[in-house]
Structure formats: structure tokens, C-alpha cells
């Protein structure tokens, strides 16, 4: 699994992650997930390329998330219509974190 | 550490280390290949991986062996799952109370609600010092038929 990270206009952070955000993969981009979140204020997390999502994976959206949120920041999340975002939404976190299908989307409710 | 034990099964054993868990994944991959839909393919790659996960992290030193074991039964997928851990029922497990905002909600604990949620059937027995689980997966086809 990997992580990078894009600042765009308007003080928004993308941040992609791609392949299997399992176990073995959320060790791997924990950190650096982390440190991305304490220091950006708009964060917009692209899942469009995650094939797969287990619990451990999740817990790395929502401790990002609530960095953010402490930091009187938003962090969004874009996920197409698919079994990640089955489990995201069986996990509750669709109540916690907005998840949009798109990437315009995302954007639009972070510039508002 | 494969061993086909019958036509339509296949048994993989793994060290308490979290480290198995790829070597787990890979194995549920090719065992799903053929004659499984993407959605079961998901649905055991997932529960499989909260299982053993659960095992190596809270099942305790004494969880030196977790056999898992894949079997297609006509239309549903059958998985077992044993170790000689901590005894742990995951079906008598409470589940998640919902948070009301991000500020309260928990971290953790989501693992087993997501096995209740995407398998058709978790049955749980302790026998001879060992805790078995069983996994069901009904494929939608088969479902509608039945």
C-alpha cells in the first residue's frame, strides 16, 4: 500500500491512497497518514484506489480524522460505490467522516 | 504450507505474528480465483483477516496455532478457523454502540461487527482447548435459488 500527498488551491491537501488498506497496510501509511493530518487544515482522502479496507485501516481514517477535527480542520473522504465503501458505511463512518463518490464532490464541500 | 486435504478444500497453517496476515491474504486471493464472485471474495478476504487478526492480537502467547481452512460447498463458501488461544467467542461479542459525533466516537472494536456483517453465518464452539470458528458465505446466485 501507498500514500502521497498534493497541495491544491485553496489550501486543500489530496491525499491518495492506493491498494489494500488492510492490517499489513495501514502499519505502513499510519505515519505518515498522521503527520499529513496534523499539519493540513482541508484534507480531501481519495480511497478510489484502495481494493480493499479491513477494521485496522479504518481505525487510521478516524484517528486522522479526529486530528483534524481538533485542529478545527475537515477531512473528507472520496469513495466510489464499491465493497470499500460497504465497509465503511457498515462501520458507522459515513455518520462520522462525509464520504463523497466523487472528487468534485469532496472538493466542492471543503471550499464551502 | 498448502495442503489440499480434499478435492474442494484447502487448509493453511499460521504463526502468531501479524506478519502471517499477508501470507493469509495472498492464500484467500488464489483460493478465491475461480468460482468465486468478487463480492465473497471480498467478504472472506475480509472477515478471514479480522479473525486472525483478532487471534494474533488478543489471543495471547499461548495462540501458537491458527488453522484456517477454505471449502466450497456448491454455492456457499465455508471457513474455518482455529486456534489454541484464549478462549473468545466473537459471536457473543456486544456490538458497536454508534457515536453521535467524531469527538466521541471510539477507535477500535469494529473487526467483529464487520464479520457479523459481511459472512451469512458464524457459528462458535470451544473443543479440546481450542476455539473453532466457522464462516459462512452464501454466493447471491445461490441464495435466490435456494
Request: charged share 20%; net charge negative.
Amino acid at each position: 500500500m501507498d500514500i502521497s500527498a498534493d497541495d491544491l488551491a485553496g489550501g486543500i491537501t489530496k491525499v491518495v491512497l492506493r491498494g489494500r488498506f488492510d492490517t499489513t497496510g495501514a502499519v505502513v501509511v499510519e505515519l505518515p497518514f498522521n503527520k499529513i493530518a496534523t499539519e493540513k487544515q482541508k484534507i480531501v482522502v481519495d480511497l478510489s484506489a484502495v481494493n480493499f479496507l479491513a477494521s485496522y485501516g479504518i481505525r487510521v481514517l478516524l484517528v486522522a480524522a479526529k486530528i483534524v477535527k481538533s485542529n478545527s480542520g475537515s477531512l473528507v473522504v472520496v469513495c466510489p460505490d464499491n465493497n470499500v465503501a460497504k465497509v465503511l458505511k457498515t462501520a458507522g463512518m459515513d455518520a462520522l467522516i462525509p464520504i463523497y463518490q466523487t472528487e468534485a464532490a469532496a472538493m466542492a464541500a471543503l471550499a464551502s | 504450507m498448502i495442503a489440499m486435504s480434499n478435492a474442494g478444500a484447502s487448509r493453511l497453517v499460521l504463526r502468531n505474528d501479524v506478519a502471517e496476515l499477508e501470507r493469509l491474504a495472498g492464500w484467500i486471493e488464489g483460493f478465491t480465483r475461480q468460482g468465486t464472485s468478487p463480492d465473497v471474495s471480498f467478504a472472506v478476504q475480509l472477515c478471514l483477516e479480522e479473525a486472525v487478526a483478532n487471534i494474533i492480537m488478543y489471543g495471547g502467547a499461548d495462540a501458537s496455532v491458527i488453522a484456517v481452512e477454505l471449502e466450497r460447498n456448491y454455492g456457499t463458501l465455508v471457513a474455518r478457523i482455529e486456534d489454541n488461544g484464549r478462549q473468545f467467542d466473537p459471536t457473543r461479542a456486544p456490538g458497536p454502540v454508534p457515536a453521535a459525533s467524531l469527538d466521541e466516537a471510539k477507535v477500535g472494536d469494529l473487526g467483529i461487527h464487520l464479520m457479523r456483517s459481511f459472512a451469512n453465518g458464524m457459528d462458535y464452539e470451544r473443543r479440546d482447548g481450542r476455539n473453532r470458528l466457522t464462516l459462512r458465505f452464501v454466493e447471491p446466485l445461490a441464495a435466490s435459488s435456494e
